[in-house]
């Protein structure tokens, strides 16, 4: 079982992060009973495919062959780094997906633009597997477009038997401004500009502020920043690897590099790191919206959604799937957060338009220069 504070941090991230508030139960089985949801009976059974649109690396090859064993349906699956990459692949008309796999922030976002289906999700069988405090969520209150899939914290890696330096790195200013050899940067504006923000002084509160002159000074401090590589893909290998020594890592992927290398650090930035969470999402017209309903189900289960969490390294908001956990991930501070790294945590901010007008000026201006 996973140690008490990490348990804090799950009740903590869905309080703070998606304005949290059904009982607890276990299902024997990922398959679904039939059952009347927003769009008429449950889907009981499915054959052909399913198009899934998810991040890289981000979901066990081996439970989707087991999906398709039990279920009959044959799961193909695209991948994206970002989440304004999956926002404009929809946008540009890509209406081929089943499925897919916004944060918190973007769920809003597509709800606003009228870009996912109303699934009922509160109604699905094993929709009473979802944690109290991950239904009423602000992103999708009673949870009519979304399931929970996997939450985490962005943080900062580092290897100190590459990088001497790693022990005196405890801000997001000291990652932006100490020049170190091999370092890494997501390609994600949010998570770069957010990150940029905190470190010039802006307080959790006020990352989505309108203020021009708090990017201005954002972006003097990018400027300076020049990393090897700016990619969210392909972390784990180039980490492992010792092509990177120092990286802006998701906490689940900074586990699965310390599977491989014990040594490597996970560091909260003093200034404060954001919480997130990633959800299953139907895109309107979605082909196959059946054999959607059937897999989100699926994944609602608790050994099922567990071992999605065993191979990411993330926390997941059903009940009981804890019972299935590596023993690994509680020993793990990038994982079990340590108590008093546990105030430094924030939601991912979801921002105005304006806000993220800005957020874009910044993130554009800075790859420009590189």
Known sequence: MIAKNFKLLMAMSLVISLAACGSESTASNGTPDPQSTASGEFPTSGSGELHLYNWTDYIDPAELDRFTTETGIEIILDT???????????????????VIVPSDYMVQQMIELNLLENIGVKDFPNAKNIKPEA????????????APYMY???????????EPRCKDLKSWKDFFTFGLDKTDAMKDQVEIVSSALRAVGVPAAELCTTDKSKYLAAQELLSGFKPDVIESDGSIERVIGGISNVRQNWNGDSHRMKLENPD??????????????????????????DNAKIFINWMMDP????METNFTGYDNSITGSSDYFDPSLKDDPAVNV???????????????????ELYTQVFTSWTTEQ
């Open 80 to 98: 994206f780094d970002s989440n304004e990459t999956l926002l404009a692949k929809l946008q540009s008309g890509s209406t081929g997906y089943d």
């Open 338 to 356: 340590p108590a008093e790294y546990l105030s430094l945590l924030s939601p991912i901010p979801n921002c105005s338009q304006e806000a993220r």
């Open 152 to 162: 985490g914290t962005t943080g900062i890696i580092c290897n100190p038997l590459a």
């Open 303 to 306: 050994k099922n959604i567990a």
């Open 264 to 289: 490597l650090i996970y560091i909260y930035p003093s200034e404060g790191l954001n919480l997130w969470s990633d959800q299953f999402a139907v895109p309107v017209g979605a082909p196959n919206l």
């Open 135 to 146: 239904i009423n969520v602000v992103f999708d209150n009673g949870r009519n477009y979304t």
